[in-house]
């Protein structure tokens, strides 16, 4: 259905969106606030993320040999949504390093948030090995197969990952999740209220648990949760997101009993 079609498309592609305003902004009946932790895309980058482009952007042309310009060069594309290109820049550098498993892994990272979602999930599996695996690229590829419908294989890399990495919240973040797009609301904040619980969650985390908190009708818990350590104007406008996520949910449940009720 169309709401949780939208909802699975923020599985993979919000991976450095940390508030529900921006999230949100490609998907008027619900989304996701982001997976977290995903393959190491913090940087020290000025906060605007056009500047992010135009300087990383500078060095990519500069050195277009290096992976590492090409691969800060393609996190910054996708964090203002030009996928296609941060795909083409990272296959041309993937190309170019066959070896370098950095840049497979932010070249599957880049299919996913594009769309290709199986050619991301093989990629990401060049990306490391059985004998060495990596939790975020495990988590990452467990956030792929959710959005190919495969949820119950997605669980068991995020499981694997959880081995690694014993109580990850953004792993575990992922999972909630996960949890959303089958449904099991009370599972999902089960597990985003262990992740919220560690000492390590970041804003991401925190928005995760709102939005199933939000999704089960405690709507003034949501909304504490999401204020938060928050600046007022940005508290407000993850706030207003938040209802409007979950007014198009409501809308959508309701719609669903008419037609039941008129069989």
Request: charged share 20%; net charge positive; glycine share 8%.
């Amino acid at each position: 259905m169309r709401e949780l079609s939208c909802l699975a498309r923020f599985v993979a592609s919000a991976a450095l969106t940390v508030s529900l305003a921006v999230s949100l902004a490609g998907c008027k009946t619900v989304g996701m606030s982001g997976v977290t932790g995903a393959l190491g895309e913090r940087s020290e980058a000025p906060a605007d993320p056009s500047r992010t482009a135009d300087i990383t952007g500078e060095r990519y042309r500069a050195r277009p040999s290096d992976p590492a310009a090409a691969i800060a060069y393609g996190n910054a594309l996708r964090a203002i949504g030009q996928r296609a290109q941060a795909v083409a820049v990272l296959e041309k550098a993937s190309l170019a390093n066959p070896s370098n498993k950095a840049v497979r892994a932010a070249y599957g990272r880049a299919l996913a948030d594009n769309g290709n979602f199986q050619l991301a999930f093989d990629t990401l599996s060049r990306a490391h090995s059985p004998d060495n695996p990596d939790w975020r690229i495990l988590s990452v590829q467990g956030t792929v197969l959710d959005q190919m419908g495969r949820n119950d294989e997605a669980r068991r890399y995020y499981a694997s990952a959880l081995r690694l990495a014993p109580g990850e919240p953004s792993v575990l973040s992922n999972l909630g999740m996960s949890y959303v797009l089958t449904k099991e609301l009370p599972r999902a904040e089960e597990t985003l209220r262990q992740a919220y619980s560690s000492g390590r969650a970041d804003e991401r985390v925190r928005q995760n648990l709102a939005l199933v908190i939000g999704l089960q009708g405690r709507y003034a818990e949501a909304e504490s949760i999401v204020r938060a350590d928050l600046p007022p104007d940005e508290a407000a406008a993850n706030v207003a997101y938040l209802k409007q996520m979950v007014s198009g949910q409501d809308t959508a449940r309701a719609g669903r009993g008419v037609m039941a009720s008129g069989r």
